[in-house]
């Protein structure tokens, strides 16, 4: 059995409000759906936020954050090796469309209680400024480096992982290369 529901008059939408909201609700869909995409087209052509495997790293980053006021804004760093991890540095290269690319490196990380083997961490905000970005690079690359051991029974001198940052350079431009250039 059906019922009609007669509205109290203030509570019932007039035809005119009716045939209003039809013809204003494609315009709020299209200005929300532009504000959206908006965001999405202008990422499609920003900076690309990588970072590099590193397999002969001791340890590595596996997951990072990024953000509007910091391009690194948090990462999860994995000991990768056998041994306990004690420090560890952060690095990035930014690479332009050019080739030229600018490295930047974050400040030691002390690690009192070390970081056990297959362990993984949360690495804090780098402050990586938005430069970069607004300078045009096509991608920031981030990796581990200066990876800190305690000293070996009997030594006085900590290991450390530290590469050439032109290792990291090379690795960068490649990585680039093949995952973001192409794309654009």
């Known amino acids: 059995m ?3 529901v007669r509205l109290p008059c203030g509570t019932c939408p007039s035809a005119w409000g ?4 039809q013809k204003l609700m494609p315009v709020v869909l299209l200005v929300v759906f532009l504000a959206a995409s908006s965001g999405v087209f202008a990422q499609g052509q920003g900076t690309g936020m990588l970072f590099l495997p590193q ?3 001791p340890a ?12 690194l804004q948090a990462a999860k760093l994995q000991n990768r090796s056998s041994e306990l991890i004690v420090g560890y540095r952060i690095g990035w290269i930014a690479v332009y ?6 490295v930047g490196l974050g400040l030691p990380v002390d690690l009192p209680l070390g970081v056990r083997p297959g362990t993984t961490i949360d690495v804090p905000a780098q402050g990586v400024t ?6 045009g690079a096509v991608a920031l ?3 581990v480096t200066d990876v800190r051991t305690p000293a070996p029974d009997g030594a006085t001198a900590e290991g450390v992982w530290r590469p050439a940052l032109e290792k990291f350079e090379e690795q960068a431009l490649s990585l680039t290369k093949s995952a973001i250039l192409p794309a654009r």
């Open 2 to 4: 059906n019922r009609v």
């Open 18 to 21: 009716v045939k209003f909201m």
């Open 55 to 57: 397999p002969d790293s």
């Open 60 to 71: 590595a980053l596996v997951e990072t954050t990024h953000g509007n006021k910091d391009l």
């Open 97 to 102: 469309p050019s080739g030229k690319e600018k």
């Open 130 to 135: 938005t430069d970069y970005a607004k300078e």
């Open 141 to 143: 690359i981030f990796f």
